[in-house]
C-alpha cells in the first residue's frame, strides 16, 4: 500500500513538471526596473556554432576590409581600384540601410573620377612608353652596328668564303628539293585526270597568302583563300578552293588529300629557300632564308676586304670599348623601376604614380569623397547604428524568443542548447547562461548561478554596436 501511495505521488510530480515546460528567468534577483517588467520585451539569443548576436557580421567585416583597402593605397597603386568599388557597392546595397545611400553615393563618384582619370594617366604611359622604346631601339641600332663591325674585323676572310660556299650548295640542294615537291605535286593532280599524262607543267598554281600573327587567332578564311592548318607558325593560306574547280565533283577529295599534303611541304621549303614576299603589302617575310643570308655574307665579304689595310687592332679596341658604354648606358635604362621585366611601362608602380603625380598636380583623388564620408563620425555613427538594428531584427526567428513579465519563457523548439543571451534593454546589461537546457527539462535562471554571467552598463545592442564601431575605426 505505501509502495502504492508513493508511486502515486511520484507520478503526479512528473506529471505536473511535464506539463510545464516553461523555464523560468527569475528577473526579481537582477537589478531591473520593475515598471520594466511589465512594459519593455525581454528577448532571448539561442547561440549556435553559426550565429551569435554579439558577432560582427561577416558582410561587415567585408564592407570594413574592402573600404580600408581603397582607403589606404593609393587608387593609381591599386590595380584592383574598379572591382573593389564594384564589390564594396554591392555589399553596401545588400544591407539594405538607408544610411548607406552616402557611401553608394561617394562610390559612385570614386568611379566616374577614376575613369576620367585613367584616360590621363594611360596618355602619359603611352608616351612615356614611346620614348623609352625609341631610345631603346636607338642604342640597340648602335650596338647592333657596332658588334657588326667587330665581326668583320675579328674574323678570317676565308670564313666567309666557306660560308658563301656552303649557302651556295644548300641553295643548290634546296631549290632540287622544291622543284621534286613541285614537280611531284603537279603529277598527282594530273594523274586525276588522266593517268597517261605525264607533262609536269605548272597546271596547277598554288597560290600562298601570309599574315603574321599567332596561329590561335587565324580566321579559316582570307578572301577566297583557306587557312593552312598543318602550318602551325602565323597564318598561311592557299587557294584551295581555285584549283578544286578545276576538277570534277567525285575527284575532289582526292586532290583536297593531295593539297593537303604537299602545300605544308612547299610553304615550309619555299620560305626557307627565299623567304615570303607579300606583293600586296611589299613586305619580306623570313628574312633568315639561305638566299638573304647569302646576300649578307656576300656584302660582309666585300665590307671585309675594304678594311684590310686600317689598323684592326685600334679598331677592336675601339669598337670593345664603345660596345661596352653603349651597353652599361643601355642597361641603366633597363634598370628604370618605371619599367617591368619586359621593358613595358607599370602604370601600378609607386615610381609611376610619383611621376604621375608630379606632372599631372591638379588630378583628384577618386577614393577621397568615401574617405572623408567613411571617417565622418556622424555619418559613420548613424550607419552603425542602423546596422545593429538590422542585425538584431535580421537574428533567425527559430533561434529567438521572448521572456514573459513573470521571467517564464519557452524555446522556440525542440533544441538542446548550451548558451543563451538574454538582452535587457531597458536596464542597459544582458546576460548569458551558459548549461544545458532543453524543452524536456526546464529551468531557472537567476542572478549568483555559477553558469549566469551578468554583463552590465551596455546592453546586448550597444555592446554589438560598440563591436562595429571598433571594427570600423580600424581602417
Request: proline content about 3%; some cysteine.
Amino acid at each position: 500500500m505505501r509502495f502504492s501511495y508513493k508511486f502515486a505521488l511520484l507520478s503526479t510530480i512528473y506529471m505536473l513538471v511535464s506539463c510545464n515546460s516553461e523555464s523560468h528567468l527569475d528577473l526579481s534577483s537582477f537589478d531591473i526596473d520593475s515598471s520594466a517588467k511589465k512594459t519593455d520585451v525581454i528577448y532571448g539569443f539561442i547561440i549556435t556554432n553559426d550565429h551569435n548576436p554579439l558577432d560582427v557580421p561577416e558582410t561587415f567585416l567585408k564592407i570594413q576590409s574592402l573600404s580600408a583597402k581603397l582607403i589606404n593605397q593609393h587608387w593609381l597603386e591599386n590595380p584592383n581600384f574598379m572591382i573593389q568599388v564594384t564589390d564594396l557597392k554591392v555589399l553596401l546595397k545588400s544591407t539594405n540601410i538607408v544610411e548607406a545611400n552616402t557611401y553608394i553615393t561617394a562610390l559612385e563618384i570614386a568611379q566616374n573620377r577614376y575613369l576620367k582619370n585613367m584616360i590621363a594617366v594611360r596618355s602619359q604611359a603611352r608616351l612615356m612608353q614611346r620614348d623609352f622604346d625609341n631610345t631603346l631601339n636607338n642604342y640597340d641600332q648602335t650596338i647592333q652596328a657596332l658588334t657588326h663591325e667587330l665581326t668583320l674585323l675579328e674574323t678570317p676572310e676565308k670564313t666567309y668564303r666557306n660560308n658563301i660556299d656552303n649557302l651556295v650548295h644548300d641553295i643548290k640542294y634546296a631549290t632540287d628539293k622544291y622543284s621534286k615537291l613541285s614537280n611531284e605535286f603537279n603529277k598527282s593532280l594530273t594523274k586525276i585526270i588522266n593517268e597517261d599524262i605525264e607533262d609536269t607543267s605548272d597546271l596547277y598554281d598554288l597560290k600562298f597568302s601570309f599574315v603574321e600573327g599567332p596561329h590561335t587567332l587565324c580566321s579559316r578564311y582570307k578572301g577566297m583563300n583557306e587557312l593552312l592548318n598543318k602550318v602551325l607558325e602565323n597564318c598561311v593560306y592557299i587557294n584551295k578552293e581555285e584549283i578544286l574547280s578545276g576538277f570534277n565533283k567525285e575527284d575532289r577529295t582526292d586532290v583536297s588529300n593531295i593539297i593537303n599534303n604537299y602545300a605544308p611541304q612547299l610553304w615550309h621549303q619555299m620560305t626557307s629557300l627565299n623567304g615570303f614576299f607579300d606583293t600586296s603589302n611589299n613586305v619580306q617575310y623570313f628574312e633568315d632564308s639561305l638566299r638573304q643570308r647569302l646576300s649578307t655574307v656576300r656584302k660582309d665579304l666585300r665590307d671585309k676586304q675594304n678594311i684590310q689595310n686600317r689598323d684592326i687592332a685600334m679598331l677592336v679596341e675601339n669598337y670593345q670599348t664603345q660596345i661596352s658604354l653603349l651597353e652599361n648606358q643601355r642597361q641603366n635604362i633597363l634598370d628604370n623601376p618605371l619599367l617591368t621585366h619586359d621593358q613595358k611601362i607599370d602604370i601600378n608602380q609607386t615610381s609611376f604614380v610619383q611621376n604621375f603625380q608630379r606632372l599631372q598636380t591638379d588630378m583628384k583623388n577618386p577614393i577621397k569623397p568615401f574617405a572623408q564620408k567613411f571617417h565622418d563620425p556622424n555619418l559613420s555613427n548613424t550607419f552603425i547604428q542602423a546596422y545593429v538594428k538590422k542585425t538584431i531584427q535580421c537574428y533567425p526567428s527559430e533561434l529567438m524568443f521572448t521572456v514573459s513579465h513573470t521571467g517564464a519563457f519557452s524555446l522556440p523548439f525542440s533544441y538542446k542548447t548550451q548558451e543563451l543571451l538574454f538582452d535587457f534593454h531597458h536596464n542597459q546589461q544582458y546576460l548569458a547562461f551558459q548549461g544545458i537546457l532543453t524543452t524536456s527539462f526546464p529551468v531557472v535562471i537567476k542572478a549568483g548561478d555559477s553558469n549566469v554571467i551578468l554583463r552590465r552598463g551596455k546592453s546586448l545592442t550597444e555592446k554589438l554596436d560598440g563591436r562595429l564601431r571598433e571594427q570600423w575605426s580600424k581602417v
